[in-house]
Each structure stands twice: as C-alpha cells, then as structure tokens.
C-alpha cells in the first residue's frame, strides 16, 4: 500500500466511504487528492478498468456531503440529474474539503467459465505419499534417521532440506517408527507420524487478467473437491496487461501493490475451496498456475516493463523450485508450486495450458484455437506444425470501452435478438439489465448488421434509411451528437431521455470493429503462413471464459472466427484451468507442456510489415 505524504494536518482533509454491504471506513488524505487515489491508497475496492486514467468511465462513486466539482469528463458519464445527485468519476473527483462518498458494489464474482475441454490422462502426479514402518536403531545399527529412510525409498534420489529432517526425527518418535513421507518430484517436502497416505490435495489456478479460478483436487482419486472463481483483484489498476504494465512503469510502487493483489487473490480462493472441500490447508503440498505472461511476472514479484516494449523479452520462460509461498498462498509451509512455461511474452502459460488440455498437438486436422480476451492468443495446428501469435484486441470484450458496457455479472445483457419491430434481451440473472456484457455486445453489433441497421463499413445507418421498420427506427436516437441505438428504456419509457437509456452508440461499434479485425488478422496470417484458407478449418476452439458464452452464429456474422460451419465452432471453456489440473495429475502432461515449447513457432505480427493493411481490410463487416 501506498504511503502518504507527511503533512500538516491543515493540508489533509477527511473522506468516508461508504461501501455497498460493507463497514464504512474514515481516512485522511492529502487536500486535492482524487477519490480514486484515496480510496486506493486504504485499500478500498473501486471498479475501474483503465487504471484512473479517466478512459473507461467506470469508477463512478456518488457525493453525499461535501460538494466536489464537475469535471469535464463527468457529464460524458453521468445524466443531468445524476451529476446534481453528487455522482462524478472518482478519478477526477478531488476532494478540496471533508467529504462523505457512497462507493456502489464491486463485481468479484463475474459469470465465469471454470471448467472446459480437457483429455483424460493417466493418474501419475508429482506429489506421492509413501506409508513406511521403518526398524528402529540399535547399537549394531545405528544409521541416521535419514539413512534409514532413503534406504526405505530405494527407486527416489530425495532432495532433503533442514526443516524436513527436522519432521523426520519428531515423526518416529511420535508415532513408533511408522511415518508417511510426502514427496513432490525429487523433494522431501514432509515426515508425517502415522499413516496418512489417503489425504493428498493439490490446487489448480487459472490465473486470468480478469478472472481467478481455483479447484481443489484429490491427487490420490484424481477428482475435483471443490471450485470458485472471483474477479483478479488486480482490476482496480487496469482491465488490461498493458494497463497494468504501463502502472509499475510509471510509479515505483505498483508493482509490490500488483504482486500483493495477486497474492491475496490466489489465497483468498485457496481458502474457500479447502473450506467447500473440508480439507485443512495443510493438507495442500502442491499447487499448479496457468497465467499469461504478465500475471505471472506480477504474481511472481518480477518486473514486467520489457514485457510491454520492443522486443518484449520475458524474465524466463519457466521457473524451477517455487513454492505455494512464493505465490502467497497459504498452504503446507513447503507446498511445492508448479508454473506453466510461456511461448512469449503474449503467448503465456494459459495458452500452453489451454494447448495441453484441447490435445493440439495431437490431431492432424486443422484446428484454430482462440482464447478472445484483452489480449487475443491463436494457434494453429496444421498437420505436425503448430504456429501461435497474439492479437491486441483491447478490453471491449471485457465491457471496457464501452458507454454502457460492464463484466458478465448479473444485470449485465448476454444475448440479443432483433426481430422486425422488437429487441429481446437475455439478462444474466433474469433481472432488469443494467449493463451490456461483452458476448452481448458481439450478439447485438450482428443482429444489427443482419437486421440491416448497421452497413458493412461499420456505420449506424439513419432513422428513415430505407427497409428500417418503424419499430426499429424509434430506436435510433441521439445522444448529444453520436448516433445511438437502444437497448432498452428504463422503465419501458421510449420516450424517456436515450442518455439514461443502455444503448450502443457509434464508438462502441467501432470499439468492437477494432477488436474483431486485430483477431481476424491474426488467425487470417497463420492460416497463409501455411497456405490454407478457412475452407480448411476443421475446428475452432473458443476458449476463456469470454468464448465459453460467444454465440458462434454472431461470431460468424461478424467475421470474428473463421466463416465455417457452425457445428465445428466449439466453445472450449475454461482449458487454462483444465491444463493446470492436469499438471497437478500426471507428471507426463508436464513434460508435454514443457516440450510444446519447443514445437511451436510463434509469428509475431508487430514485426510484419503488412498486418497494417491486412487489419483495414478486416475491418469491415461481412455482408
């Protein structure tokens, strides 16, 4: 956590924050300061996808005493009536005088995939536990505790460190000479008294930009115990990797701030799936994470800054002898940590999870697999070659960017259907839509192309454009001079102001057009890499949560995948997760893992001098 200046107390002044469902909490702060940095500085959870840069209008917390002024950027955000009721972007908000602030509920649990595509595989983790009844020592023998072990294991060459000999000698003693020895690959990592070989868990994390999944595994059965999911606490400096590069970057204390977030998310969710399982931590000796380069770096305490800069080198491709603390989770004291290895440093660990589950490397067909995110990874599996490279498609996909956009929680619109005279909304949750998630963002823009309200180049056409019927045109409205198309009126009121209105405007398209031509490109310039056309295509994969819930059809329309028939686009789910799984289950698919570093060849596309062009010729929508 940041420190505050030391200053007089005339110079500070004092904020509460009330947040939604929480106790309120007092603090002072420098005069000046915005409510963003204020509420960051105490540990206050703010919704925010750009940092605080003011871009993506989501930190929005509401004056209740105290007045602050308007800003410029506020009423973009915010109604008339909205700014007199105190509302403002706490990012430009600051306080010049003691304030009383409602802060609005952050999101921690949005709609995520947690389980996806994966192969069965055979049960052979790295972590055993191996029931002993060793002969005690005697003057004709008298061999070390630890000698007399090793020799009890004779098929491991064991690595022992000081506090494992220090259990070993407690262990005998407790419990006559019979122990049970926890070992994880090469490594002593317990002496337990008695026999206690039936309990042995291990943890599986996909660790994503904008979700953390966790499950808990019996390593001796090979079954899941328990799973849950929250948003990466990290969200509050950026929706995106380049956001979050761009905070350590720019101030010296981000990154223990990041590595702290990343840490207290991990742990957070360790707790709750031992809780669900009913398993003691210390019963975890292993835990797997699947993360994009970044997320790992962050998680890990590495810089991350040459990652976000030409020629985007990474720390290391992989790291040995990590444990559960190096990760900040709480489990045995010596809990071994396992890291998938990246490709690049845009093709991380989750996409050589996501490779490891789907069994890319083991099909002869031609597969794409697409994991749509802020950041877009691709391969390609053609015959024996498999090409991989990374398209920045931006946070639209996250509701970022996007005037009315929000995460997949409830409230948020996932699907849309436009008939001749009427709009259908499908609402997670089944309540009153308050926001436009990214699968509904993608449904909505092909619907609107397909009901011919949006042309090929992407333009909102105008109310009395020909073959507009009049029940569709009374949705196109103005919001200050952008053209709009609504939703949905709150309180069915369609004559109500269209800025309180959810509505996708111009730019949200153009958003979404950018987004969808950067993927395109990507998978377009494998596909020519080897001489193939998506006529090829015998399968995609639509990975990641995001995919998991991506209409194929809208996809389609859109020119988002591939133009092939509907019944090869798979939503794959949640593979991260799967791989890390299977790491924790077979020491074989790590070895898998480890060697698709070596078999894929990464493209990068920044370094072609004609993905400019080929990404303007994507722009546009297929009609």
Same mark, same amino acid.
């Not at 002593?188 to 979700?211: C, K, N």
């Not at 909304?425 to 011919?452: K, W």
């Not at 730019?507 to 596909?527: C, N, V």
């Given at each position: 956590?940041?420190?505050?200046?030391?200053?007089?107390?005339?110079?500070?002044?004092? @904020?509460?924050?009330?947040?939604?469902?929480?106790?309120?909490?007092?603090?002072?702060?420098?005069?000046?300061?915005?409510?963003?940095?204020?509420?960051?500085?105490?540990? @206050?959870?703010?919704?925010?996808?750009?940092?605080?840069?003011?871009?993506?209008?989501?930190?929005?917390?509401?004056?209740?005493?105290?007045?602050?002024?308007?800003?410029?950027?506020?009423?973009?955000? /915010?109604?008339?009536?909205?700014?007199?009721?105190?509302?403002?972007?706490?990012?430009?908000?600051?306080?010049?005088?003691?304030?009383?602030?409602?802060?609005?509920?952050?999101?921690?649990?949005?709609?995520?995939?947690?389980?996806?595509?994966?192969?069965?595989?055979?049960?052979?983790?790295?972590?055993?536990?191996?029931?002993?009844?060793?002969?005690?020592?005697?003057?004709?023998?008298?061999?070390?505790?630890?000698?007399?072990?090793?020799?009890?294991?004779?098929?491991?060459?064991?690595?022992?460190?000081?506090?494992?000999?220090?259990?070993?000698?407690? +262990?005998?003693?407790?419990?006559?000479?019979?122990?049970?020895?926890?070992?994880?690959?090469?490594?002593?990592?317990?002496?337990?008294?008695?026999?206690?070989?039936?309990?042995?868990?291990?943890?599986? /994390?996909?660790?994503?930009?904008?979700?953390?999944?966790?499950?808990?595994?019996?390593?001796?059965?090979?079954?899941?115990?328990?799973?849950?999911?929250?948003?990466?606490?990290?969200?509050?400096?950026?929706?995106?990797?380049?956001?979050? @590069?761009?905070?350590?970057?720019?101030?010296?204390?981000?990154?223990?701030?990041?590595?702290?977030?990343?840490?207290?998310?991990?742990?957070?969710?360790?707790? %709750?799936?031992?809780?669900?399982?009913?398993?003691?931590?210390?019963?975890?000796?292993?835990?797997?994470?699947?993360?994009?380069?970044?997320?790992?770096?962050?998680?890990? $305490?590495?810089?991350?800054?040459?990652?976000?800069?030409?020629?985007?080198?990474?720390?290391?491709?992989?790291?040995?002898?990590?444990?559960?603390?190096?990760?900040?989770?709480?489990?045995?004291?010596?809990?071994?940590?396992? !890291?998938?290895?990246?490709?690049?440093?845009?093709?991380?660990?989750?996409?050589?999870?996501?490779? #490891?589950?789907?069994?890319?490397?083991?099909?002869?067909?031609?597969?794409?697999?697409?994991?749509?995110?802020?950041?877009?990874? @691709?391969?390609?599996?053609?015959?024996?070659?498999?090409?991989?490279?990374?398209?920045?498609?931006?946070?639209?996909?996250?509701?970022?960017?996007?005037?009315?956009?929000?995460?997949?929680?409830?409230?948020?619109?996932?699907? &849309?259907?436009?008939?001749?005279?009427?709009? !259908?909304?499908?609402?997670?949750?089944?309540?009153?839509?308050?926001?436009?998630?990214?699968?509904?963002?993608?449904?909505?823009?092909?619907?609107?192309?397909?009901?011919? *309200?949006?042309?090929?180049?992407?333009?909102?056409?105008?109310?009395?454009?020909?073959?507009?019927?009049?029940?569709?045109?009374?949705?196109?409205?103005?919001?200050?001079? %952008?053209?709009?198309?609504?939703?949905?009126?709150?309180?069915?009121?369609?004559?109500?102001?269209?800025?309180? +209105?959810?509505?996708?405007?111009?730019?949200?398209?153009?958003?979404?057009?950018?987004?969808?031509?950067?993927?395109?490109?990507?998978?377009?310039?494998?596909?020519?890499?080897?001489?193939?056309?998506?006529?090829? !295509?015998?399968?995609?994969?639509?990975?990641?949560?995001?995919?998991?819930?991506?209409?194929?059809?809208?996809? &389609?329309?859109? $020119?988002?995948?591939?133009? &092939?028939? *509907?019944?090869?686009?798979?939503?794959?789910?949640?593979?991260?997760?799967?791989?890390?799984?299977?790491? #924790? *289950?077979?020491?074989? %698919?790590?070895?898998?893992?480890? +060697?698709?570093?070596?078999?894929?060849?990464?493209?990068?596309?920044?370094?072609?001098?004609?993905?400019?062009?080929?990404?303007?010729?994507?722009?546009?929508?297929?009609?």
């Amino acid at each position: 956590m940041t420190a505050l200046p030391e200053l007089p107390p005339s110079d500070r002044v004092r @904020i509460r924050f009330d947040p939604d469902g929480a106790r309120p909490r007092e603090v002072r702060v420098p005069a000046g300061a915005t409510l963003f940095d204020a509420a960051s500085w105490n540990g @206050i959870a703010v919704d925010s996808t750009c940092g605080g840069h003011g871009t993506c209008r989501k930190c929005r917390m509401r004056v209740v005493e105290g007045d602050v002024t308007v800003s410029r950027l506020d009423p973009r955000a /915010f109604g008339p009536e909205e700014l007199r009721a105190g509302w403002r972007l706490a990012c430009r908000a600051r306080a010049e005088q003691d304030l009383r602030v409602e802060v609005p509920p952050l999101v921690t649990r949005p709609k995520a995939a947690t389980v996806g595509v994966g192969r069965q595989v055979i049960l052979r983790p790295a972590l055993q536990k191996r029931c002993l009844t060793l002969p005690e020592a005697t003057l004709s023998d008298q061999r070390t505790d630890l000698e007399r072990l090793r020799d009890a294991l004779p098929d491991l060459e064991l690595r022992v460190d000081l506090p494992a000999i220090r259990s070993l000698s407690r +262990a005998l003693r407790a419990a006559d000479h019979t122990v049970t020895a926890v070992v994880v690959d090469d490594v002593l990592v317990d002496v337990e008294p008695g026999d206690t070989s039936g309990r042995l868990f291990g943890i599986a /994390f996909d660790l994503g930009t904008t979700t953390v999944v966790a499950t808990l595994l019996d390593l001796a059965t090979g079954t899941p115990v328990a799973i849950a999911s929250r948003l990466n606490p990290q969200q509050s400096h950026g929706a995106d990797v380049i956001t979050r @590069i761009s905070a350590t970057m720019t101030d010296p204390t981000a990154l223990d701030r990041l590595t702290a977030l990343a840490h207290d998310g991990l742990d957070q969710l360790a707790g %709750e799936v031992c809780a669900d399982g009913a398993v003691d931590r210390g019963e975890v000796y292993e835990i797997a994470v699947a993360g994009n380069a970044t997320m790992t770096h962050l998680a890990l $305490g590495l810089d991350p800054e040459p990652l976000g800069v030409a020629p985007f080198v990474m720390a290391s491709r992989s790291f040995d002898d990590l444990t559960a603390a190096d990760l900040g989770v709480r489990a045995h004291p010596r809990a071994r940590a396992y !890291v998938f290895p990246a490709l690049g440093a845009y093709v991380g660990g989750d996409i050589v999870a996501g490779a #490891l589950a789907s069994g890319m490397d083991r099909d002869r067909r031609v597969r794409l697999f697409i994991d749509i995110g802020t950041n877009c990874e @691709i391969l390609l599996a053609a015959g024996d070659r498999l090409l991989a490279t990374a398209a920045p498609a931006g946070p639209a996909f996250e509701g970022a960017a996007i005037r009315c956009g929000m995460r997949a929680a409830p409230g948020a619109i996932e699907g &849309v259907k436009i008939g001749d005279d009427d709009v !259908v909304l499908q609402v997670i949750g089944d309540v009153e839509p308050t926001g436009l998630a990214g699968s509904g963002l993608v449904d909505a823009v092909a619907a609107m192309v397909a009901a011919g *309200l949006v042309d090929g180049s992407g333009r909102l056409v105008a109310p009395d454009a020909p073959g507009v019927p009049p029940g569709l045109a009374a949705r196109l409205r103005q919001v200050g001079k %952008e053209r709009v198309f609504v939703l949905h009126f709150r309180g069915d009121d369609p004559d109500g102001d269209p800025a309180d +209105a959810l509505y996708l405007s111009q730019r949200d398209i153009r958003e979404l057009q950018f987004a969808k031509a950067a993927i395109s490109t990507g998978w377009q310039l494998l596909l020519e890499e080897q001489g193939l056309t998506s006529a090829d !295509v015998a399968q995609v994969l639509l990975a990641g949560s995001f995919g998991s819930y991506l209409g194929p059809a809208a996809a &389609v329309r859109i $020119g988002l995948v591939p133009d &092939v028939a *509907l019944l090869r686009i798979v939503s794959a789910g949640n593979v991260a997760g799967e791989g890390a799984k299977m790491a #924790l *289950l077979s020491v074989r %698919e790590r070895a898998a893992a480890q +060697a698709l570093l070596e078999e894929v060849h990464y493209v990068e596309l920044s370094d072609r001098a004609d993905f400019n062009d080929r990404f303007v010729e994507r722009l546009a929508f297929p009609v």
